[in-house]
T-cell receptor
Framework: QKEVEQNSGPLSVPEGAIASLNCTYS??????FFWYRQYSGKSPELIMF????GDKEDGRFTAQLNKASQYVSLLIRDSQPSDSATYLC??????????FGRGTSLIVHP | EAGVAQSPRYKIIEKRQSVAFWCNPI?????LYWYQQILGQGPKLLIQ????????DSQLPKDRFSAERLKGVDSTLKIQPAELGDSAMYLC??????????FGQGTRLTVV
């Protein structure tokens, strides 16, 4: 069974710092990797996707993928209190079915 | 572009009652997912449709849950009868095809 592991946190960082969120996955055949943000009581919102090894940047967000280590991460630069949420990692294989981790709770304090 | 529409937003029912959820995906998205998210956990796939065909329903408790997708567009998810452990957020998502999922607002179900 495919597994996606995330530290549940909470991860607490001061405003303006870099938040680093990590995810590991068990299926070596995984092809696509996604990060979602979920505010309390709301549904997940797609914020980043990455398909190839290396880094992908979008504004304050950088996704990093290392397929050899089966590891994907999300960096949030200049963290703001509005970034406080749960961040879900999702992984798909050839069937394009996203398997989600349990999420990491991020708290950005002023 | 209109997003994924779901209804109702909230539902409270007694155990052993029935409930149905409705989803209208983003126009043109062939793939539709239903997920169950229990508080504090990640979303768990219940069923995936590709157009109006089922791709994966291996984690759908078929003795009480059913789902259909009419004409490859709207979908309904039904629970009959509900159990206390079914209390969760039920999320519908659609995808243009490579696994990126766009979620509706979800239905918060409470079974008492």
């Amino acid at each position: 069974q495919k597994e996606v592991e995330q530290n549940s946190g909470p991860l607490s960082v001061p405003e303006g710092a870099i938040a680093s969120l990590n995810c590991t996955y068990s299926d070596r055949g995984s092809q696509s990797f996604f990060w979602y943000r979920q505010y309390s009581g709301k549904s997940p919102e797609l914020i980043m996707f990455i398909y190839s090894n290396g880094d992908k940047e979008d504004g304050r967000f950088t996704a990093q993928l290392n397929k050899a280590s089966q590891y994907v991460s999300l960096l949030i630069r200049d963290s703001q209190p509005s970034d406080s949420a749960t961040y879900l990692c999702a992984v798909t294989g050839g069937s394009y079915i996203p398997t989600f981790g349990r999420g990491t709770s991020l708290i950005v304090h002023p | 572009e209109a997003g994924v529409a779901q209804s109702p937003r909230y539902k409270i029912i007694e155990k052993r009652q029935s409930v149905a959820f409705w989803c209208n995906p983003i126009s043109g998205h062939a793939t539709l997912y239903w997920y169950q998210q229990i508080l504090g956990q990640g979303p768990k796939l219940l069923i995936q449709f590709q157009n109006n065909g089922v791709v994966d329903d291996s984690q759908l408790p078929k003795d009480r849950f059913s789902a259909e997708r009419l004409k490859g567009v709207d979908s309904t998810l039904k629970i009959q009868p509900a159990e206390l452990g079914d209390s969760a957020m039920y999320l519908c998502a659609s995808s243009p095809g490579e696994g990126e999922a766009f979620f509706g607002q979800g239905t918060r179900l409470t079974v008492v």
